[in-house]
């Protein structure tokens, strides 16, 4: 194999699940548009579970608090772990989020975010909750 052929390319591949399925599917909620403005150059996703942080119930809502700016708050925090991290594919951070409206304490969320491949070999972004792989 040189290095311009795919690192699949003579694999037998049993089963394969896209990203673009994964976003499809649900398993992933793409932010792309939002994390452009925020100043990140890739494509950006987070999972179900992250999501299911960032969508605020209708008790949160009515605090003032929109998926929009939970998500921006998430890209913010990220941007900056990335520019205090290590240069790695993975970096781990802990954005502040606001989780049940009785009390409306600000809570640590462990997040980590991936760097990797997408389906176009391109680099992607993905945002999980701690445990998640």
Excluded: K
């Excluded at 403005?37 to 605020?56: C, D, K, M, Q």
């Excluded at 921006?72 to 989020?97: C, E, K, N, S, Y």
């Amino acid at each position: 194999m040189t290095t311009n052929e795919p690192f699949w390319q003579d694999a037998d591949l049993i089963d394969v699940y896209t990203r673009a399925q994964a976003l499809a599917d649900g398993v992933l909620v793409d932010i792309s548009r939002l994390a452009i403005e925020a100043g990140f150059r890739s494509p950006v996703a987070v999972t179900a579970a992250v999501w299911s942080i960032l969508n605020p119930s209708d008790d949160l809502a009515r605090l003032g608090q929109s998926a929009t700016g939970r998500a921006w708050d998430v890209l913010q925090v990220l941007r900056a772990a990335i520019g205090h991290g290590d240069h790695t594919d993975r970096i781990h951070f802990t954005p502040l989020f606001v989780l049940d409206a009785a009390h409306p304490t600000p809570q640590p969320v462990q997040l980590w975010a991936l760097c990797g491949p997408g389906d176009d070999e391109a680099p992607v972004i993905t945002v999980m909750r701690e445990g998640e792989d």
